[in-house]
């Protein structure tokens, strides 16, 4: 099984996005999801992302109070609003569902699984 990540794009510094992560085929309901980023000649990370247990979301330090996570259980699918965008946002964005289900951990690329192909985010004026 593969996530599907879209919405990314070319926008200007201190611009919004929104990504939106489907799960053809499978139930996203019933699992954690994450949302992790790798931009050019780095490791990629964690950004955010939403526990199945309690749906408690978390973010990486670097977005916290510019990016919101969001589940749609109606429409099977996971939304990630990035506002104020930075140049330093640049990067593919992935979405991954993850072993973990509580607390923070949903963040750690260990607990990843179920990758899909990522989506281009380019903040540059």
């Known amino acids: 099984v593969q996530l599907q990540a879209s919405g990314g794009g070319l926008v200007q510094p201190g611009g919004s996005l929104r990504l939106s992560c489907a799960a053809p085929?499978?139930?996203?309901?019933?699992?954690?999801v994450a949302w992790f980023r790798q931009a050019p000649g780095k490791e990629r990370e964690g950004v955010s992302c939403?526990?199945?247990?309690?749906?408690?979301?978390y973010y990486a330090d670097s977005i916290k109070g510019r990016f919101n996570i969001s589940r749609d259980s109606a429409h099977n699918m996971i939304y990630l609003e990035m506002n104020s965008l930075k140049p330093e946002d640049t990067a593919v964005y992935y979405c991954?569902?993850?072993?973990?289900?509580?607390?923070?951990?949903?963040?750690?690329?260990?607990?990843?699984?179920?990758w899909g192909q990522g989506t281009q985010v380019t903040v540059s004026s």
């Open positions: 991954a569902t993850s072993f973990f289900t509580m607390g923070r951990d949903c963040l750690r690329l260990a607990g990843a699984d179920s």
């Open positions: 085929g499978f139930n996203l309901r019933y699992y954690s």
């Open positions: 939403i526990n199945f247990n309690d749906g408690s979301a």
